[in-house]
T-cell receptor, first 116, second 116 residues
Framework: AQKVTQAQTEISVVEKEDVTLDCVYE???????LFWYKQPPSGELVFLIRRNSFDEQNEISGRYSWNFQKSTSSFNFTITASQVVDSAVYFCALTHGSSNTGKLIFGQGTTLQVKP | DSGVTQTPKHLITATGQRVTLRCSPR?????VYWYQQSLDQGLQFLIH???????AKGNILERFSAQQFPDLHSELNLSSLELGDSALYFC???????????????FGQGTRLTVV
């Protein structure tokens, strides 16, 4: 069975602090994809990143970085120098790589509050 | 703006009623997904359509049904509504083809359904 666990329910930081959101996944597939989505207070889900199971390179996009480690089945997300606008719920998700559906299996989400 | 349009944004209805949620995918996207977000269940996959055909079903209740039309828009029909059906319903679309797992999905702003 596939499962995504985001053990941190809520995180609160002060602006300019770095923060890491944890994501641990379970799958028996050898080919799979991992995603991060952001849900700001306005409610929409915003795609942030996709990573396939064969690409363990870390990725950096501005203040955002992602660390994918197959050995620990983790796909963690770090925000450097956090800002108030980063306050949102962040979801990690997983899909099969070779099936005919891209249905997402989401973690429970981590609510990040960045205080000024 | 993700390019995925959902209507209506808000819906308040009484128990026992039937409602229809509508989704227009991004231009060119053949896949449409429906998800339900509730406080107790989190983000749950309901159903996936690809070019008019059902591809995958999640834990969708028998009272719920969906279809994708030739113009690729999709509708989610919820009937015999119960208080517990109150949730945020998201539609997402992607360019996924035969192997859908690796393509990111873009979400609409959701329809907030309140059953009273």
């Amino acid at each position: 069975a596939q499962k995504v666990t985001q053990a941190q329910t809520e995180i609160s930081v002060v602006e300019k602090e770095d923060v890491t959101l944890d994501c641990v996944y379970e799958t028996r597939d050898t080919t799979y994809y991992l995603f991060w989505y952001k849900q700001p207070p306005s409610g929409e889900l915003v795609f942030l990143i996709r990573r396939n199971s064969f690409d363990e390179q870390n990725e950096i996009s501005g203040r955002y970085s992602w660390n994918f480690q197959k050995s620990t089945s983790s796909f963690n997300f770090t925000i450097t120098a956090s800002q108030v606008v980063d306050s949102a719920v962040y979801f990690c998700a997983l899909t099969h790589g070779s099936s005919n559906t891209g249905k997402l299996i989401f973690g429970q989400g981590t609510t990040l509050q960045v205080k000024p | 703006d993700s390019g995925v349009t959902q209507t209506p944004k808000h819906l308040i209805t009484a128990t026992g009623q039937r409602v229809t949620l509508r989704c227009s995918p991004r231009s060119g996207d053949l896949s449409v997904y429906w998800y339900q977000q509730s406080l107790d269940q989190g983000l749950q996959f309901l159903i996936h359509y690809y070019n008019g055909e059902e591809r995958a079903k999640g834990n969708i209740l028998e009272r719920f049904s969906a279809q994708q039309f030739p113009d690729l828009h999709s509708e989610l029909n919820l009937s015999s509504l119960e208080l517990g059906d109150s949730a945020l319903y998201f539609c997402a679309s992607s360019t996924s083809g035969q192997f859908a797992g690796g393509t990111e999905a873009f979400f609409g702003q959701g329809t907030r359904l309140t059953v009273v």
